[in-house]
């Protein structure tokens, strides 16, 4: 039986168990080491992933010269976490911008695929003629959107939901063509259910300043500040990534850790001592520690602090998941007839395909394939299609085929394929989300803290971001540093 002593109990240096070698796990552990070392305080720690290799859903793989995400592709640059750690790490130059030169994205609709209008912010129209000539809409679909200018804005903070407010300030062809299969499709998230608090603030912001969507995007046209002269670096897009892929950052992170890691290993239980915590592990080992970061799915920690929390637990698995995937598929650029020049296409729940969108990840990206193919995701699952995520391999592949040949008219055999399934992996953030989370940290007893995707934002810069936090408030518990 392995075990490492809690500082408390032996005269050592505080111990911290961090659970869970995801990007947020990751975080915790990097900022943790960071500001232990910038503060000059003696701090001992131990990470532990119960799989095989660290990193979580930043899985990139590379076949016969093309890069295969398997998991998240990118990072958006809107929110610095994301960026500042790229530059902590030292691995700026392995930046990537989004090929800009392809920048649009098709929507599904009508059997067809139709461009999104030019001018469209998020999901906000801000220029006429694009927006009047597109076929995307109807005449009173247009109509009915460029209401919002004149309905009066919601002024209080309370929740509602993502297609509650759509319907309220854009309505239902809004809903329909752009909302759902763009803003809910980020969170793999139903429309009905998802909470604009927790997932799109920024709406109800400008909702709350300006009375109007519209207005609102307008003035932030307006106001954008002009970019800074490169002198030479590289440009930033929206979206960056990183040319050898995604996973490149969890193990540019992993190579800076000096504490111990544990892979292959879970924890099954948590049980409260008199100072700090006991950890019990699945190869019969235990960890002491005198603070413990739980940087895994919801439900995960609810079992493991089930014995010493059940009212804890209990209110963990309230946060609902679902199940997602995406299917990597290449071509020869000559069987693809279409010109690529868009990042991909959204579909509306209501087209009713069996898939939810997909990229063209060499149209988007460069450094994805070589010249002469394109490389497809598609991304099946979620609370839309589950029985598609539940079929066997062969079946998957057939059917994704088959959606491919009716939207996009390939009918040759791709050159490979890649499935990537994660079961149970994408947190619902339904209304009343954020107090809920509130509630949660809350509840958790003393040296105990929750961080990842389940919490307070699903994307990388999220998840660094609530790593760094952690790292800083268990600091603060531990030495009371400012």
Not at 259 to 288: H, M
Not at 336 to 362: C, E, Y
Request: net charge neutral.
């Amino acid at each position: 039986m392995v075990t490492i002593d809690a500082g408390a109990e032996t005269g050592k240096a505080p111990h911290v168990v961090i659970v869970g070698g995801g990007i947020a796990g990751l975080s915790t552990a990097y900022y943790l080491q960071k500001e232990a070392d910038n503060t000059g305080r003696a701090l001992r720690y131990t990470l532990v992933e119960s799989a095989s290799r660290l990193g979580g859903k930043l899985l990139t793989e590379h076949v016969d010269g093309f890069t295969v995400e398997g998991g998240p592709d990118s990072f958006i640059t809107q929110k610095p976490a994301g960026l500042k750690l790229v530059s902590e790490l030292g691995i700026e130059d392995e930046l990537i911008a989004t090929q800009d030169k392809n920048k649009g994205v098709f929507v599904y609709q009508g059997g067809k695929l139709k461009s999104l209008p030019d001018g469209v912010m998020l999901i906000v129209p801000t220029e006429i003629m694009p927006f009047a000539l597109s076929s995307l809409f109807t005449p009173w679909g247009k109509l009915r959107m460029g209401m919002d200018m004149f309905l009066p804005g919601r002024q209080d903070d309370g929740d509602e939901t993502l297609a509650d407010f759509i319907r309220r300030r854009l309505g239902n062809e809004a809903l329909d063509r752009l909302a759902e299969p763009l803003m809910a499709g980020i969170y793999n998230a139903e429309a009905e259910d998802q909470s604009i608090m927790a997932t799109f603030p920024r709406f109800r912001a400008i909702e709350k300043k300006h009375g109007s969507l519209i207005r609102g995007m307008l003035a932030a046209r307006r106001n954008r500040p002009a970019p800074p002269p490169s002198n030479g670096a590289k440009p930033r897009t929206v979206f960056m990534s990183l040319r050898p892929g995604i996973s490149a950052l969890s193990e540019a992170i992993a190579d800076t850790l000096n504490g111990e890691i544990r892979t292959g290993v879970s924890v099954q239980t948590i049980a409260a001592l008199e100072q700090g915590y006991r950890l019990n592990l699945s190869d019969g080992g235990r960890l002491l520690a005198d603070a413990v970061v739980l940087a895994t799915p919801a439900y995960v920690t609810a079992n493991m602090v089930e014995a010493m929390r059940p009212d804890l637990a209990d209110s963990l698995r309230r946060i609902r998941y679902v199940s997602t995937g995406t299917l990597s598929m290449a071509y020869r650029r000559a069987d693809v007839a279409h010109d690529m020049k868009s990042f991909g296409l959204v579909i509306p729940r209501s087209a009713g395909r069996q898939i939810n969108a997909i990229t063209w990840t060499s149209s988007k990206w460069p450094y994805r394939a070589p010249d002469d193919a394109v490389l497809l995701r598609v991304f099946f699952g979620g609370s839309r299609h589950p029985e598609v995520f539940a079929l066997p391999d062969d079946e998957l592949l057939a059917v994704v085929k088959g959606e491919i040949a009716t939207i996009m008219g390939v009918t040759t055999e791709p050159q490979f394929s890649r499935i990537y399934r994660w079961q149970d992996a994408s947190p619902q953030y339904d209304v009343g989300h954020l107090d809920r989370v509130s509630a949660l940290e809350a509840a958790c007893p003393l040296g105990l803290f929750l961080s990842g995707s389940a919490y307070r934002g699903v994307g990388i810069p999220d998840c660094i971001a609530q790593g760094e936090a952690s790292a800083r408030t268990v600091l603060q518990g531990l030495y009371s540093v400012p």
